[in-house]
């Protein structure tokens, strides 16, 4: 006799449709997975061996991974690392599977010459600042020529030097505070790295807000900003050369929040901690405004919008948070540069101070030297010249893109989308350009008579570049600003 069916539950029946559901949609999951890192890597392994790249040298494991840079360069040593590169490989290094560092000076107006479909690579991006739950471009990060054209419009007049002119009694104070400290300091260890960025960030604070934050005053860092932004750029050094983990770390809108609720360890925030001194900067001008116009960054922008031109407030606090962010380090750096090589070789500190002392003596000097009349003393200007040109502020490629159909750079044509970069540190010590003792400290180079060959030197000093009128790069406009008012 045949025993009877079994009767199967209406849950039962339910579970095993959901248990095949199951299996299906992790199959579906499993071979989506499956097909999408399959294309991935089919795309990398184009990259890697590209027909265009592939016998560009370098060292084995750049061609291989893009990690190979932020490791190499963990221990802050880019200038000579490059440089070696450069001196082993020649003009054209690759530095990841996509990346080539250039060293050829006929590439630099291809690369950044005015009018260029060169534009700026992801790199720019980490620099991107967060304000009321979204991210800005400014005029140093922005990537789209139209948005940084936009950005520079309203401010531009105000980097003229005219403007920059009535800056100079901010720096002034400044100065006052600097020497007096020294002077009372005077025969103790005073560690001056320390006090210069305590006076750039002093300078550039009270060009932009009218009010300085007061670290040589309380001669200590206030609210550990010069710690925070310090940490905050070796991180960003090192993401920068993987852009693409940017939005996974400090450029999600998670991980910020987290770190900062966390309880463990202060985690710093730099950017946050710039924008929101800026924030109580604008509040405190908009409760108490001036009875009178005044020349400060804040102040001059505040009166775009009097005067009925249009300026959001996220661009208001860009464009000074900005004033922050890339002058006041960038300024302390080449402040450190000319006090270090003046320190480092003697006689070309007795030939600045004799210079100087000539023409106190003369009446030719007020008692904080404007900058007019440093323009008169040639020596000096040649030692900061050399001084940046020895330590330029940016020691790394300024990263561009190659632009649609591409572009011959170095006797090799270079595929579209190829990341390329000068590093100002690498031309400096060019000896084409700068001669045999390009590695020495030599501001006589400088003043040799021969005005051909100083222009020459001049078109290829990346401090100065981009603001020749034959190059456009986008960097350094509000350090070349700060520098001009000290």
Wanted: proline residues 6%; glycine residues 6%.
């Amino acid at each position: 006799m045949d025993a009877l069916p079994t009767k199967i539950s209406l849950a039962e029946r339910l579970s095993a449709i959901t248990g095949l559901e199951y299996q299906i949609v992790w199959k579906v999951v499993f071979y989506s997975l499956s097909v999408i890192l399959g294309w991935q890597l089919v795309q990398y392994l184009r990259l890697v061996f590209r027909s265009d790249l592939k016998h560009i040298p370098g060292p084995r494991w750049a061609r291989l991974t893009a990690f190979w840079r932020p490791w190499v360069l963990r221990k802050g040593e880019a200038p000579e690392i490059y440089c070696d590169l450069h001196q082993k490989y020649g003009p054209l290094v690759r530095t990841a599977p996509g990346v080539v560092s250039v060293s050829d000076p006929k590439a630099i107006p291809i690369i950044y010459g005015i009018g260029t479909k060169f534009y700026k690579s992801m790199f720019y991006s980490i620099f991107d600042v967060a304000y009321q739950g979204t991210w800005m471009s400014s005029m140093f990060s922005v990537r789209d020529s139209a948005q940084h054209a936009a950005l520079r419009r309203p401010v531009a007049q105000k980097f003229s030097m005219s403007s920059m002119k009535a800056l100079e009694p901010f720096a002034d104070e400044c100065n006052e505070i600097f020497i007096n400290a020294m002077k009372e300091l005077e025969g103790q260890k005073v560690d001056l790295s320390t006090w210069l960025q305590w006076y750039a960030f002093d300078v550039i604070s009270a060009i932009t807000f009218h009010r300085r934050f007061g670290f040589m005053e309380e001669r200590r860092d206030v609210e550990n900003m010069i710690e925070d932004i310090s940490q905050g750029l070796v991180a960003a050094a090192a993401v920068s050369q993987v852009p693409g983990l940017h939005p996974w770390l400090m450029g999600s809108s998670w991980l910020p929040k987290l770190l900062a609720a966390q309880p463990f360890f202060r985690a710093p925030d730099p950017l946050r901690t710039v924008v929101r001194f800026t924030e109580d900067c604008i509040a405190e001008y908009d409760r108490n405004p001036p009875s009178a116009d005044r020349p400060d960054f804040m102040s001059w922008l505040r009166q775009v919008n009097i005067k009925g031109e249009t300026m959001s407030d996220p661009d208001f606090v860009n464009h000074l948070s900005n004033n922050l962010l890339a002058g006041s380090d960038t300024t302390a750096i080449s402040l450190r540069a000319v006090l270090y090589f003046l320190v480092q070789n003697p006689e070309c500190y007795r030939k600045a101070q004799a210079e100087v002392d000539e023409a106190d003596n003369a009446g030719k000097l007020s008692a904080c030297v404007s900058y007019a009349e440093c323009l008169q003393l040639p020596y000096l200007q040649a030692v900061m010249k050399e001084a940046m040109r020895c330590h330029p502020g940016v020691s790394y490629p300024l990263e561009r893109v190659v632009p649609r159909g591409g572009a011959d750079i170095g006797g090799v044509h270079l595929m579209e989308g190829t990341i390329v970069g000068v590093n100002p540190a690498v031309i400096h010590r060019d000896t084409s350009i700068f001669g045999d003792d390009a590695l020495s400290f030599s501001p006589e180079r400088w003043l040799t008579g021969d005005e051909e060959r100083t222009k020459f030197m001049d078109r290829h000093l990346m401090t100065n570049l981009h603001r020749e009128k034959h190059l456009d790069y986008g960097d350094g406009k509000t350090h070349s600003a700060a520098l001009a008012s000290l």
